[in-house]
């Protein structure tokens, strides 16, 4: 009958353990604490989201808002979860709330870059927020989900992260664009959106992005601007009656917005200073029911009175959408008076010259319908910018040294031959350490035994001189108990008590010297047994020693035969395909030796302490025998004695 497969994963798992234990420790990046969200997900690390001074150093308050987490092969092992990522969960610092989050990029096998939106309830100002994420578990399906990541103000946030040419909105209003955008890898955060200054996306109209006169708003996005000195668009939505509107871009590389009412002047608030060029800027525009912000990487720049306008046009990235022509009526002029001249014509104003579309580079577009805090959108640079500095990982923890690295990758690689193999010698590692364990304390026990055993014998004899060999008492006799010497001991006073009670004396009443010879046979009996019961169960460890190195090379043989057998079946040379295969073959010869090399010093250093056992009581054996014969023996009894 054959083993099941979760049953012989289960024994090299457990070999694994007894190994990595007996050579020190297991293989694990830190200890795991004592809670633990869910015990299926093997790895977990906790980050830390620092506002304070040595962090983010944000002091104002934040709320609700989205953290991105930048996986890497500097922070996480990407071969100790799955492929795509699906076993990933985020929970809070209370290690028992799960987070909603999404994933933007997962790249686990080229580039190893992993981005991910985790929303976080509330990050505390000034100081360290905490959560965790798992990870390692094969049986997890996809929890990740972009909808429940915001909050049901937020009603756009494009990526640009899609596989296709328009921009989709992970929130769950659906506002996806119209027409597409060039999509840019080089993007700040993953994929962004190429702009050439001719050809703006457009955003589908809906109720959510529609503009309510006075609402509270934030609109951000990532810039980087070609050229900079260009007065160019950065977004626009205007109503549809052709006057209302509301523009965001850069005045000669200064950050701007202007809102255009109905009826009534328009207001803009523009910063002071243009942006830096060829670098990346986060440009936020806030508006309440009487103010209008304008914030560069965090900070606010430039405020005006105002509010904004009801729109219910489409809105446009990239660029600025068309006013609409006035209507031309026809109307005759009057005719002049009598003698008069005809009057001049008015000549039509010149028409202002519009912005530009926008030129360079865009990534990562949201749009609420509340005004963010300070906190949040300083927040925001923070851990999206180039430079982030919010996020600290702290040493990743394990529940087991199975889930990851290159342990994970031998033990999914054994092959059913070797897991048998394995098995075995789990089973003769257990053995031998049974037997070890049982050693040590037996012959620990019989050697303070004996040592207390001496102490008792010569109190008795120190009291009781006259007699040959005195009983010892009872109480001291169970204080003494596994005493080899005692056992030696009782067996001589009993063949001796035999002799001198039981009428089998020479006639002056001393023992005959055959006598004595045969108490010395019975007392070296004694000592045998004492040898034997000391010996029991040795043989297990040398049939460790021996055998246990060959069972691992006869699974090594045969794995390595598999792996090459299916090498031929399937006609491809690949190192990535049968490296794991060869290693895990491999493990069934270090298996053997893992059994072999403890039992082989556990066996040397028993066999030294049995025979120094053995020794002493052969040097007692000599003591109890010329005791005996002094003055107790008849003629020639000192010739039998010895």
Same mark, same amino acid.
């Given at each position: ?249 850069? &005045? /000669?590389?200064? =950050? ?5 009412? %109905?009826?009534? !002047? @328009?207001?803009? +608030?523009? *910063?002071?200073? #243009? ?56 109307? &005759? /002029?009057?005719? =002049? ?5 005809? %009057?001049?014509? !008015? @000549?039509?104003? +010149?028409? *202002?010259?519009? #912005? ?287």
């Amino acid at each position: 009958m054959g083993f099941s497969m979760p049953f012989r994963r289960g024994l090299a798992r457990a070999l694994l353990t007894l190994v990595l234990a007996a050579g020190g420790g297991l293989l694990c990046a830190g200890t795991a604490s004592a809670s633990w969200w869910n015990a299926d997900w093997q790895n977990r690390v906790k980050i830390d989201a620092d506002n304070g001074p040595k962090g983010a150093n944000v002091g104002e308050a934040i709320g609700r808002t989205q953290v991105l987490i930048r996986l890497t092969q500097g922070n996480f092992k990407f071969d100790s979860a799955k492929q795509d990522g699906t076993d990933i969960r985020f929970v809070a610092g209370d290690d028992k709330t799960p987070l909603h989050y999404h994933i933007e990029k997962w790249d686990g096998l080229v580039d190893q870059v992993a981005l991910i939106w985790v929303d976080v309830p509330d990050l505390a100002p000034g100081t360290a927020s905490s959560f965790f994420m798992y990870w390692g578990n094969d049986k997890a399906s996809d929890a990740a989900d972009a909808h429940a990541s915001y909050d049901p103000d937020q009603v756009l946030v494009w990526h640009f992260s899609d596989t296709g040419a328009l921009p989709h909105d992970s929130t769950g209003y659906g506002n996806n664009a119209l027409t597409p955008a060039q999509r840019d890898e080089a993007g700040i955060i993953g994929f962004g959106a190429k702009f050439n200054g001719q050809a703006p996306v457009k955003l589908a109209p809906s109720a959510t992005i529609n503009l309510s006169a006075g609402q509270t708003y934030t609109w951000q996005i990532w810039a980087k601007p070609a050229p900079l000195n260009q007065t160019s668009v950065l977004y626009d939505q205007r109503d549809s009656g052709g006057v209302a509107d509301v523009q965001i871009g850069l &005045a /000669a590389g200064v =950050p701007y917005v202007e809102v255009t009412p %109905a009826a009534g !002047p @328009a207001v803009r +608030a523009q *910063a002071g200073a #243009p942006i830096a060029g060829d670098t990346w800027h986060m440009i936020t525009v806030t508006a309440t029911a009487d103010k209008l912000r304008v914030y560069v990487d965090g900070a606010k720049v430039a405020e005006a009175a105002g509010a904004l306008p009801a729109i219910d046009g489409p809105g446009l990235l990239g660029g600025a959408t068309a006013v609409p022509a006035p209507a031309v009526t026809s109307q &005759a /002029a009057p005719a =002049p008076a009598a003698g008069q001249p005809a %009057a001049p014509t !008015p @000549a039509a104003p +010149a028409a *202002a010259a519009p #912005p530009a579309n926008f030129q360079g580079e865009l990534d990562e577009l949201q749009i609420s319908k509340v005004v963010r805090t300070d906190g949040a959108i300083a927040e925001a640079v923070h851990s999206q910018g180039p430079s982030p500095n919010l996020l600290v990982f702290e040493n990743p923890e394990q529940t087991s040294a199975f889930s990851s690295g290159y342990i994970g990758i031998l033990l999914h690689s054994i092959t059913p031959d070797a897991e048998v193999v394995i098995g075995i010698l789990m089973v003769m590692m257990l053995i031998s350490w049974v037997v070890m364990a049982n050693k040590a304390v037996a012959v620990a026990r019989t050697r303070g035994a004996n040592k207390r055993f001496r102490v008792v014998l010569r109190e008795t004899m120190h009291k009781s001189a006259r007699d040959l060999l005195p009983k010892l008492p009872a109480a001291s006799i169970r204080a003494i108990s596994g005493s080899s010497l005692l056992a030696i001991y009782e067996t001589g006073s009993r063949e001796v008590n035999e002799r001198l009670h039981g009428g089998r004396t020479l006639a002056d009443g001393t023992i005959a010297p055959q006598s004595l010879a045969a108490i010395r046979c019975a007392m070296d009996a004694q000592l045998v047994r004492e040898n034997q019961r000391l010996n029991n169960l040795m043989v297990l460890l040398t049939i460790a020693i021996s055998g246990g190195p060959f069972i691992g090379l006869l699974g090594t043989v045969i794995g390595v035969m598999i792996t090459f057998a299916a090498i031929a079946a399937s006609g491809d040379v690949n190192v990535n395909s049968i490296a794991p295969g060869i290693a895990a073959a491999l493990l069934a010869t270090v298996a053997g030796l893992a059994v072999a090399i403890p039992s082989r010093f556990g066996y040397n250093y028993f066999q030294t302490r049995i025979r120094e056992v053995m020794a002493e009581m052969a040097v007692f054996v000599d003591e109890i025998v010329t005791r005996i014969a002094e003055g107790n023996v008849g003629a020639d009894s000192t010739q039998l004695a010895e």
